[in-house]
């Protein structure tokens, strides 16, 4: 008769416990998270705003509408690192 590893056999059960508590936990701001759609949604539909307001928690999560009468400089430029190369 072959023994249960005792070890792999906790982990196992623990990891299942910690996702049945996330999935609670989850379940439990469901309405938290509906709420917070609806009102990304709701600000979605009101009126853009202009960035100097952009900062203004009331404003957030609003269409911002930004006007360059007069472009200066068209230029197309990669992120650079420390070194300043290009790429990662």
Known sequence: MSRIPIIP????VAA???MVALGIWQLGRADEKAALIAEFEQKQKVSEVVPIYA???KFVY???QLKCPEPQ???AVA???DKGQAGF
């Open 9 to 12: 056999t906790i982990l196992v």
């Open 62 to 64: 609003r269409t911002v």
């Open 79 to 81: 992120g650079r690192n």
């Open 55 to 57: 900062g203004d928690p």
């Open 16 to 18: 299942a416990g910690v």
């Open 73 to 75: 400089d068209w230029r």
